[in-house]
């Protein structure tokens, strides 16, 4: 029982240890303004969107050459706030294969 403990106190020791001190707070504000900073900043430009199950959008932004990218998230009834950023961005294309490919 003791050898227990003592892993559940190592493990959750290094959970802590590894999870940063305080989280950023979201980047949020009317629609038109962040998508303007981004494209301003990183010419970052919509290429795909839809529609969550909450009715929010999504959409996703990137740069020239997908140098950098941006997922963005727009509240129903609120602002829109950037859920995801980074770097690298690549187009994947899908083969359909099988009998009605």
Not at 3 to 25: C, M, Q
Not at 72 to 89: H, K, N, Q, R, V
């Amino acid at each position: 029982m003791l050898r227990v403990g003592i892993l559940l106190a190592l493990l959750l020791g290094a959970v802590w240890l590894t999870t940063p001190a305080h989280a950023a707070p979201p980047v949020c504000g009317d629609r038109a303004t962040v998508l303007k900073s981004l494209s301003n900043k990183y010419a970052e430009q919509p290429v795909a969107a839809g529609v969550a199950s909450n009715g929010g959008g999504i959409e996703v932004l990137k740069g020239p050459d997908g140098k950098t990218w941006s997922i963005l998230f727009t509240y129903p009834d609120g602002p829109s706030c950037l859920i995801a950023t980074g770097e690298a961005w690549q187009e994947i294309a899908f083969a359909v294969s099988g009998p009605k490919a």
